[in-house]
């Protein structure tokens, strides 16, 4: 099955320093991928939608200029948090899309990475 | 906007069956999702269903009923390893651009227990 890789898988951090993640599709090309926040037996929390080769659709909340989405090519997307704070530690998560071939292009299925659980001090 | 409800907790026994409810609200309904998530881990995709009826793959089943905006997981000869929390995921049709957005349930944390 289609398999996405995000790295770092955990990041501890000092206040007001940047942090880098990065999300790949490993064996289908992603022209979308989306970055989601999860707190504590909540769930998943749609932040952004990562567009090949164009700006970042943010939801309503989500502070463009603090999250940087960058989606350079068709397997790599990465989602920078800026000046980190405390309230910024959550885990975060990116997911692709594979549009599939043949009987699963339909399904548009979403693919999600491992997970980056950051922790800022 | 979407609306998804499923419970927020069930438990179950080894060797048995349960059924995860889910029910959702939408203005433009393109397919339901069923995903697995263990503590710590990203979700895992289960199943998906975008017609009315019974998809089934192994002990893992998933029923939809768009008219009723409900759908439900159904799993089978229950394992230890299945506790874990169940989301429930609605996509939404595009726009004229082509976005579809996927909302996801707080998710049923299963516990299965000897």
């Known amino acids: 099955g289609a398999v996405v890789s995000q790295h770092p898988s955990r990041v501890i951090c000092k206040s007001g320093t940047s942090v880098k993640i990065e999300c790949r599709s490993l064996?289908?090309?992603?022209?979308?991928m989306f970055w989601y926040r999860q707190f504590p037996k909540q769930s998943l929390m749609l932040m952004a939608t990562?567009?090949?080769?164009?700006?970042?659709?943010?939801e309503q909340g989500v502070e463009k200029d603090k999250f940087l989405i960058n989606h350079a090519s068709l397997t790599l997307s990465t989602l920078t948090v800026t000046s980190a704070h405390p309230e910024d530690s959550s885990f975060y998560i990116c997911?692709?899309?594979?549009f599939g071939r043949g009987l699963l292009r339909s399904k548009n299925i979403q693919y999600f990475g491992a997970g980056t659980r950051l922790s800022v001090l | 906007g979407q609306n998804i409800d499923q419970p927020t907790e069930m438990t179950a026994t080894e060797g048995a069956i349960v059924q995860i409810n889910c029910t959702y609200q939408?203005?433009?309904?393109?397919?339901l999702f069923w995903y697995q998530q263990h503590a710590g881990e990203a979700p895992t995709f289960l199943s998906y269903?975008?017609?009315?009826g019974l998809e089934e793959k192994g002990r893992f089943s998933s029923f939809l009923s768009r008219s009723k905006g409900y759908s439900y997981l159904l799993l089978k000869e229950l394992q230890m390893k299945d506790s874990a929390s169940y989301l429930c995921?609605?996509?939404?049709?595009?726009?004229?651009?082509?976005?579809?957005?996927?909302?996801f349930g707080i998710g049923t944390k299963l516990q299965v227990i000897p």
């Open positions: 997911s692709a899309r594979d």
């Open positions: 064996d289908f090309q992603a022209t979308t």
């Open positions: 990562s567009n090949e080769g164009s700006k970042a659709t943010y």
């Open positions: 939408t203005s433009g309904f393109n397919g």
């Open positions: 269903n975008v017609l009315d």
């Open positions: 995921a609605v996509r939404e049709r595009g726009n004229s651009g082509g976005y579809q957005k996927v909302t």
